[in-house]
């Protein structure tokens, strides 16, 4: 059985905030209620023997708030939290963190559409970078770019491997025209300018090594494609 109650501020040694809504016989809040923290937080929805526990919506006071899933005061299941600075996260909470599949909209409108663990991004992912409509598809390792990946763009891409948010070693640009350009990303040490010691500073860059230069036929019905090797260009 349950009755309906409310927790005012000026309680004494009451440090729960205002509640108004739903509670079970050891007067603990259950069912669907409503809570004013102390901290000016507000929460709405569902409690399970004094805790947020079901569909809820928090708001916070700094403006931030999230619509979804609670378990035991936890995040968990699927809820969507809009941040101060304008970007919003759209999918799958465990443990009060984003887990599992999910759409996160930054402040600038780039989108990552994909797997996470532990707040991270982490697993199968798309990046889309909404100012120039470029897109990195691939694998995703604690927040970066790892392993297998392609970059796409309007009319090429690459594909090739990733470490540290960066391509390096072999992979190929592939363009609309119907041509590869085979090759390897290198780390290369460039000089930089005098240091104060006297000694020369140096700093790492990516160079594209290119090899190769494949072009295919275009393919008829009933035909399979076959391929051309041509003379190794210039990176693009």
Avoid at 57 to 77: C, E, I, M, P, S
Avoid at 142 to 169: C, D, L
Wanted: hydrophobic share 20%; aromatic share 12%.
């Amino acid at each position: 059985m349950s009755d309906v109650g409310s927790d005012d501020l000026d309680d004494d040694q009451n440090t729960l905030g205002k509640y108004e809504g739903g509670r079970n016989e050891e007067g603990e809040r259950h069912g669907f209620g409503k809570a004013l923290l102390p901290n000016g937080d507000i929460y709405e929805g569902e409690y399970e023997n004094g805790k947020r526990h079901g569909q809820g919506t928090y708001r916070f006071k700094n403006g931030a708030r999230y619509v979804g899933d609670y378990n035991q005061n936890l995040k968990h299941g699927q809820g969507t939290f809009y941040y101060p600075d304008g970007s919003k996260y759209e999918g799958s909470w465990a443990q009060d963190l984003r887990q599992g599949h999910g759409v996160y909209t930054y402040p600038n409108k780039d989108t990552y559409d994909g797997e996470w663990l532990q707040h991270m991004r982490h697993g199968q992912g798309i990046y889309h970078y909404h100012e120039t409509g470029s897109k990195y598809k691939g694998t995703w390792v604690n927040g970066n770019m790892e392993s297998a990946g392609e970059y796409i763009h309007s009319n090429h891409r690459y594909k090739g491997n990733f470490v540290n948010n960066k391509p390096i070693g072999p992979g190929k640009y592939v363009f609309d025209g119907g041509c590869e350009q085979h090759g390897e990303y290198r780390q290369t040490n460039e000089d930089g300018a005098e240091g104060e010691q006297g000694e020369l500073a140096s700093s790492t860059v990516l160079q594209w090594i290119p090899k190769c230069v494949t072009s295919f036929t275009l393919q008829t019905p009933g035909k399979k494609t076959s391929g051309e090797v041509l003379q190794a260009g210039t990176g693009p």
